[in-house]
């Protein structure tokens, strides 16, 4: 997910970032690529790209596309910075749309959270054609139907994360006006719900 607007920060022709990370390391390209007339544009090589997590942390495998693709040299010499981030749950598309950061790794729920309230976003990519979120229980209380847990309580890390749980629900016809949604933490939501708080808990 990257920012649409555009930027004139170090460039002297209004170039966007989305295009300005096609600059090359002498900074040098022309207008014409853009889409106006003849006229050569020139602007500084782009020094950092910063990357944010939504999840307040680095140590976990959902950014594996991240790192494995700075591994294997697909950044080539560009640099790029990885943030942790707030772990609140719109943090990530907040900090790209503002301008605070140049991609986020937000989940679909979220992205059209965004998308809803106006952002100027754009999705790029996806890790996996499968959601992959899930609904959790507690050990030998779980349902074989989610529409079970109409007039029960899901808890959340972040009241954020309501934007990825409610078209889960929905889509195996749930009514989600039934469900209560408990902001219990993170990362202590889990331990929450282990400990007898809530119903279920959003997963991954």
Excluded: C
């Amino acid at each position: 997910m990257t920012n649409e607007s555009l930027f004139s920060t170090a460039t002297r022709a209004g170039i966007s970032r989305r295009y300005f990370l096609q600059v090359t390391a002498a900074g040098v390209v022309t207008a014409t690529a853009l889409g106006a007339s003849g006229l050569k544009a020139s602007a500084a090589a782009y020094e950092k790209f910063t990357w944010i997590s939504p999840r307040g942390t680095l140590e976990v495998l959902d950014d594996y596309p991240y790192w494995s693709a700075k591994k294997a040299g697909y950044f080539g010499d560009l640099a790029t910075d990885m943030q942790p981030g707030p772990s609140d749950g719109t943090a990530t598309v907040k900090f790209v749309d503002v301008g605070q950061a140049d991609m986020g790794f937000p989940s679909p729920g979220v992205f059209s959270f965004a998308i809803q309230n106006g952002m100027k976003l754009k999705s790029v990519f996806h890790m996996g054609a499968r959601d992959t979120f899930s609904i959790a229980f507690r050990k030998g209380q779980g349902t074989k139907n989610l529409k079970d847990l109409e007039g029960k309580t899901i808890l959340l890390g972040s009241a954020a994360w309501q934007a990825i749980v409610d078209p889960l629900l929905a889509a195996q016809g749930v009514d989600i006006k039934k469900v209560k949604y408990v902001e219990a933490g993170w990362p202590t939501w889990g331990t929450a719900l282990a400990g007898g708080q809530g119903d279920a808990a959003l997963s991954w």
